[in-house]
């Protein structure tokens, strides 16, 4: 049997067994790379692949927040890029992958700004060190950003700290879902909801707002 044969059974053999890779672990806070401890982990599903993940927080055009994570996620978050809009600010990430056992996925890159209103308006807020923030007016969504996102960022161990944020959102990054990283010295976790309930039009909210005024011309007439 020729080795490209061998090879081939081989795979099929261990996907048909359902064999996970091994992928790197690791969280960091500084830029796109880890800091602190990096461990091998076994992948909890035969459909995971091993990740890059990039994220990035600016506010008042300047980095408040960055963190840089390996993992394991399924391969539908492969080649992912993705922007919130909140209140004087933003947040982007990236995701790369690779597939095979312990692989380096490689440096995502964050995608590119755009500032091109799009008619949705969704409730924008921004809360450090809490779990939960509030909205006080409706915040201009632009480009793709077309789904209303709550977001949840919570680190704990050497660095704990939490973020909350609510805005408009790319629908690349609300297929994120949540997502759980672990390892001796530090834990993220993340969780993301999306919707459009929260979502109305420009055009609708600006027609609602001149209502009273309509109704009072034709009171008056």
Known sequence: MGLALVLTYILSTCIAK???LSCIQCVGVEGPSC???STSKRCPSSDDVCVSSYTVTEMGGMEVSKQFVRHCESKKMCDKAGSISIPNGRVKMSNVCC???NCDPGLPKLPLEKTLKNGIMCDGCIGINTKSCHSNEPLECVGDEKMCISYLMTMSGVISTSMALR?????NFC??????VENEHMKLEVDISCGVDGAISLQLNQFLLALPTLLLLKYIS
């Open 167 to 171: 805005g408009c959102a790319t629908e």
């Open 18 to 20: 359902g064999y996970s």
């Open 175 to 180: 297929v994120i879902g949540e997502q759980e």
């Open 35 to 37: 800091s602190g401890i």
């Open 99 to 101: 597939r095979s056992d």
